[in-house]
């Protein structure tokens, strides 16, 4: 099955402890449709600004990634965000946000992207994710939001919600959205929001999913050089969604896998800057981090005894 | 085989969100022992006040732990803390510390406990763990430690790192030990300081293994009522430690599975203030939560083809 991603196409300039770069391609949706491409058709639907040229294409059509829903903007800029993070690499500070052309983006779908099967609402303001959500029947839709749109528009947000098969968000999010500290009475506050199933971000912590009825979590694959993790949460959740399209099902023994899948994405993507390292992955890396992930979370039945 | 421990047996005055106790018994050796006494014999080295009464001494005998070793000094008190917890139940606030009986404590081992096989050098100052360390000719030698002690005796502290063979010690305190933020860099810097196996502890987040070779990471049991985290971190390493005696092996499964145990001890121990809950815990309840953990981290291989 195919997926429609909505989100940024952006342009990022970053700062981490191990480097720097200046204007190179990021957002949400590119993210996310370069992970989802090694598992599934991915379509885009976004907007970009004349300084999107052929280099940056490139990222896209390399990895079969359909770009005709991608509006382009004569004598505007693409979204632009800069930012910094520190030695821990679990907190982006925000140095710059340019929306540029996003700031009067519209989302109008073509006839092919609203018959997507599957749909990702990207990290992008909840009406936009709702106006799309409408114009797609999609028989499976996930979301993701971020805590800008859990302060700032806390209604819509819960309106957009009701139409969401599977929530996607971080740790620090689902708290802020559910207003509780614990994650499993926040998972359940979310879970009677709408979405019927919620997978949690945990950075290097790993990532955990609740539905009413069932819980799985797992450790992230263990990296010593993490150098930018910007895209990381929008990788994983490609990996993700990719899986679950590619073996067209959402049963738990599906998701537990699109889950360690999506883990193995983010891995990947946060050693180099950007799409460095995606854009060079292979599946034999993809499957042997899987194993690998498989090999360092195993472990045997026991019981014990009353002593 | 039986495990002797050293550590503090003392008296806690706790405010979480959820309550408050005053001088409710607690401390590193007890936690310790009562959490490793379902899997073992244990014997425990330590000095209390008068103010160590029957009702104390019933916590230990309750479960069988061997407290001829336990020093009472008369007209003085025991160690007492006094801390407090926010919705953050990770990270506790000092609001008092007197050492009482501890400020001049010597242990003075017996016979019987310098013939223990498995040593467990709770968190004391260095310098008196190593004391120990050397009256026991223990076969395998685990020790845990603290921030204050790698701020303030980091010569003793590598000193006594020499001689142990697992430290368990939780992310933070192993960032601060190396002096590096990633922790599998982190546990690569410890490794090289004399512990053949590294076990870190992550609170909500699980908890993982290193040695050299191998590497392993499971995430918590998910609780939606932590009342009181106190005693989380020496109930893991009772569980553990309690685990690997029973079964009188230290390889890599059993370890995974000491892991599992450790967390299951440090699941119950925080659902109730001090060591009640531990207290009325079953055999049926633990190897239940095993079984438990085992299903809620359990996926299924799988192999992603070229698409």
New interface residues.
Partial sequence: MSILVVGSVAFDSLKTPFGEREKILGGSATYFSVAA????DVRVVAVVGEDFGPDEEAVFLDRQVDISDLERVEGERSFHWKGEYG??LNVARTLDTQLNVFARFKPRLSEAARQSPLLFLGNIQPDLQMEVCEQVGARLVAADTMNYWIDSTPLELRRMLKGVDILIINDSEARALAEE?????AA?AILSMGPARLVVK?G???A?TFTRES??????Y?????FDPTGAGDSFAGGFMG?LA?INSTDE?AV??A???GSVMASFDVEEFGCERMRRLT?DE??AR??EL?A????????????
């Fill in positions: 491409s090694f598992f599934t030695y821990d500290h614990n994650l499993v009475r359940r945990r290097e912590y790993g955990a819980y799985f979590a797992t450790p992230a263990p990296l010593e050089d993490v899986y590619a023994a537990r896998r889950i360690i899948y599946y993809i499957n899987f194993r498989r360092i979370t195993h472990f045997e039945e026991a019981e014990m005894p009353p002593f």
